[in-house]
């Protein structure tokens, strides 16, 4: 196991990840540990997907972090009453856990369910709380109406040696009205006095009547010393921290000595007041006391610092810079508490607050949404423009782009999940342990084994680990590369961040204003169009790559929660691309897809993303409320439970995903009937996969197969059906089926004349023609045909013949990025015209799975690859 970034500090804090294991190779698992270059680290151990022979496919680990690389190892299982984290669980749902350096007291409340948390027998923090409040309209001068923040369950998640998991359950009452519901999931670890925070909020209130002000993690932290031994620290951009006291001891007319100011700055405790000069001393009382500080992060490249002396006073600028850490700490020679917020400056707007510090109970808050920022508007960005039918909506479909439609351009139902830390202390850090703490808050050690190991599980799909051993492959390698470099320095040029935003990608490019079409239509937010999502994950696991896994990650965490609706009349469907991320009324499977979410969940073994795919476990039931393809259809269609109209690529394609994973995952015996059911009929179909759409019984698991005709989509395979169908036939033994994908793959790129031969006419709707190069190149290899592997080569680079819409990306001689400054834009960015992320992502994924499957015939091909691109760093 290596860790993606290296890590400086050696603070304990938690880690958790996933590792894959061959079929057959671990039939349970027992204990393990991490053998790092400073010991070993024992880590909890739990099975998070099993292989169809029972044996163990994935597990998940958890524990603290080490210092570097690790060997992952077996030892001894810890026996029953050894565990160094102890859970006890008291009545009214208390439960108290401690980890032997913190001791943490839980319960149902109707504010502060956080009771207490106490270091060495002291309570260093109490009643910890999500704040919250919003506006009846977004105006200026609107009354701001505070939540009553109700946690309503506690409940042990999950319960090892090593760590505890605690899920807080609950919901806002606002104005006599439950809304927002949210879970708040505690992460406790054996030797770490860290807490980590996963929370999760559903938006399911009425965008017109609730303008969120404010949503945050407070804790009180007791406050004993006296105010001269009382320090704050909020963490700057650099690895820096404001660091100031309470009562300030430096900088005065009269010098205290210079160890009273050393003291303090280092947060050690003063020497006793009779000792520093007197003309100091008697004057203490002269000397203000500040009461509270924040630190406003409005946009992602600047923040501001101001403190004050109490309420009716007013805020003084104590300084400012680009881009904090996202880390605040308040605390005396006791115990303090430090609170962070991973992503603090993408998830604009935020804030941090430390309150009350003059005071016996002082506040740290983290601010998920700043109180000091704009009330957040969820409404729909247009007035409807007359799209009141089916028509208008299909005419301005074809100038804007975008799907509209009253009434789906609707919020209620999307998700947000934020990463926090809280950190408990005996008496107030080093700077250097809260450096640390900072860092591996706003970037956590994540483990991930080697690419090689990956691989060699045989998992998630079609890939093989980098390989520059001709200047074949070496071209292709640089270009993914290139991709990966380009998308994470445009997600930083062009700031696509905030609240809801950050994790996405914009969709196409406006060559004239040099900017990406983020105000036009359906060309703005990506919302996983054509699987960026899967193409990130399998570069990161081929590469081992941080940039691709961090992406991947963001975008993961963003696409499964604020493109998909977890509830009301669209839970268990995404919603496809716009200029809002659930603006368009196309509201699809393809979106809510568990094939783009499996790979972060096996990797890291996420609870929260393990929730979501089991949501949607059951999507096919989501059907039943929307027809996707309700304003282009020529035949007469109802939803009918019995006949339920399947489309054989976006949509079977999300099944299955759906389906697999809850086989794997729990050995669902319904999951994995409706899995060989689907797979059998669409084996049956006479025209398998060319039929296009079947209709499902939800009842007997079974598509109806007597449905003969012809019907071709591009769409079809681009949303993860390649992908998930390389699993199924992993876990599945099918010939039908085997027999109907390989027609699929082989006949989609055909001659007319061997199209003709097989359908009596040619294909037509064919494009994309480089991204199913791909399915060419299963056929390939399946058959071990070099005549056809290098057709799937002349496909992927020259889409066999201009006339078959060859991608501009693929197109293109030589990658390049040309910087654009001036007047014209508003601030100097980097473009590249050829790339859309339509593209980037299929090629991607092209490049990944034709290596893999056909990479020893591409120096046999008499296509050029085009010269090595130019790489930016």
């Known amino acids: 196991m290596h860790l993606l970034e290296e890590r400086g500090g050696a603070v304990p804090v938690p880690t958790q990840f996933g590792v894959p294991w061959p079929r057959g190779s671990l039939p349970e698992p027992g204990g393990f540990a991490l053998e790092h270059a400073g010991g070993s680290l024992p880590v909890d151990t739990w099975v998070t997907a099993r292989w169809p022979d029972g044996s163990v496919k994935w597990t998940g680990h958890a524990g603290i972090a080490p210092d570097g690389a690790a060997l992952l190892v077996p030892v001894p299982a810890v026996g029953e009453g050894a565990s160094p984290v102890r859970v006890e669980e008291g009545p009214g749902g208390r439960i108290s856990v401690d980890t032997g350096t913190l001791r943490l007291v839980v319960a149902p409340h109707d504010s502060a369910p956080l009771r207490t948390l106490e270091v060495d027998g002291r309570v260093v923090g109490r009643d910890g709380r999500i704040l919250a409040s919003s506006q009846a309209s977004p105006g200026e001068g609107e009354p701001r109406r505070e939540h009553a923040v109700r946690t309503t369950a506690v409940t042990i998640e999950r319960r090892g040696p090593q760590q505890v998991v605690l899920r807080l359950e609950g919901q806002h009452e606002v104005a006599g009205e439950e809304v927002l519901p949210f879970v708040l999931r505690l992460y406790a670890t054996a030797g770490s006095p860290r807490l980590r925070a996963v929370h999760s909020l559903v938006w399911d209130a009425d965008p017109e009547t609730l303008f969120l002000t404010s949503l945050g993690l407070r804790l009180e932290v007791p406050l004993r010393s006296a105010p001269h031994d009382r320090h704050v620290r909020l963490a700057g951009s650099a690895g820096g921290f404001l660091t100031e006291a309470v009562r300030g001891l430096t900088g005065l007319r009269r010098d205290p000595g210079e160890e009273a100011r050393a003291a303090q700055i280092a947060g050690r405790v003063t020497p006793a007041p009779e000792t520093w000069a007197p003309a100091v001393s008697r004057r203490l009382p002269l000397i203000p006391t500040w009461d509270a500080w924040t630190l406003r992060q409005l946009s992602a490249n600047g923040y501001t610092v101001a403190k004050r002396t109490a309420e009716d006073r007013p805020w003084i600028t104590a300084g400012g810079g680009t881009r904090s850490r996202g880390y605040a700490y308040l605390g005396d020679l006791q115990g303090g508490i430090g609170v962070g917020l991973r992503d603090f400056w993408k998830l604009v707007p935020t804030q941090l607050d430390v ?519």
């Open 355 to 873: 309150s009350g510090a003059s005071t016996g109970l002082g506040a740290v808050t983290a601010w998920m949404h700043a109180p000091s920022a704009a009330p957040m508007d969820l409404r729909f960005y247009h007035d409807g423009l007359g799209q009141d039918d089916h028509a208008a909506q299909l005419e301005a479909l074809e100038i804007t782009y975008e799907d509209y439609e009253p009434g789906y351009g609707d919020a209620r139902g999307i998700a947000r999940t934020h990463e926090l830390v809280i950190d408990a202390f005996a008496a107030t850090p080093t700077h250097e342990e809260l450096a640390d703490l900072a860092t591996t808050c706003a970037l956590p050690p994540q483990l991930l084994a080697s690419p090689e190991r990956l691989r060699a599980a045989g998992v998630l799909g079609t890939w093989d680990v980098v390989d520059r051993s001709t200047p074949q492959r070496a071209v292709i390698e640089d270009r993914l590369v290139w991709l990966r470099e380009f998308y994470r320095d445009q997600v930083d040029q062009r700031g696509w961040y905030g609240f809801w935003d950050y994790g996405d990608v914009m969709h196409t490019y406006d060559a004239d204003r040099s900017t990406w079409r983020y105000d036009v239509g359906g060309y703005a937010w990506d919302n996983s169009e054509l699987s960026p999502d899967l193409w990130l994950w399998l570069d990161a696991m081929r590469s081992g790559s941080a940039d691709a896994f961090r992406l991947a990650e963001a975008m993961t965490r963003h696409t499964s929660e604020v493109d998909v609706y977890h509830a009301g009349r669209f839970a268990g469907l995404g919603t496809r691309h716009n200029v809002q991320h659930f603006g368009c009324s196309a509201k699809q499977l393809r979106i809510s897809n568990a094939a783009y979410r499996r790979h972060f969940h096996f990797l890291t073994a996420d609870e929260r993303t393990g929730e979501l795919l089991d949501e949607i476990a059951a999507s096919e039931q989501a059907l039943l409320a929307v027809d996707a393809t309700r304003k282009v259809r020529e035949d007469v269609y109802a939803p009918d439970p019995r006949a339920l109209a399947i489309g054989l690529g976006t949509d079977l394609g999300a099944l299955l995903g759906a389906w697999i994973t809850a086989w794997e995952r729990h050995g669902d015996a319904e999951a994995e009937h409706k899995v060989r059911g689907a797979l059998a009929g669409v084996g049956a179909l006479p025209q398998g996969f060319f039929t296009g759409e079947a209709l499902w019984d939800l009842q007997t698991h079974r598509f109806d197969d007597s449905r003969d005709r012809v019907q071709v989509s591009h769409l079809a395979a681009v949303f993860g059906l390649v992908e998930v169908v390389a699993e199924a036939r992993d876990l599945v033994d099918d010939p039908a089926f085997e027999r109907a994908w390989l027609e699929y793959c082989r006949y989609y790129l055909a001659t007319p004349e061997e199209q003709t031969e097989r359908f009596g006419a040619p294909l037509t709707g064919i494009s994309l023609v480089p991204a199913y190069s791909r399915l060419l190149a299963v056929a390939a290899a399946e058959h071990e045909d070099p005549a056809l592997a290098r057709r799937a080569w002349d496909a992927f680079f020259v889409g066999l013949g201009d006339q078959l819409n060859v991608n501009a990306l693929v197109a293109e001689q030589e990658w390049h990025r040309t910087r654009v400054d001036g007047p014209t834009v508003l601030e100097p960015v980097d473009e590249a015209v050829f790339v859309s992320t339509n593209d980037a992502a299929q090629y991607g994924l092209a490049a990944i799975q034709n290596l893999a499957l056909i990479g020893d015939h591409l120096e046999t091909t008499d296509t050029d690859p085009t010269p090595t691109p130019r790489s930016h760093a």
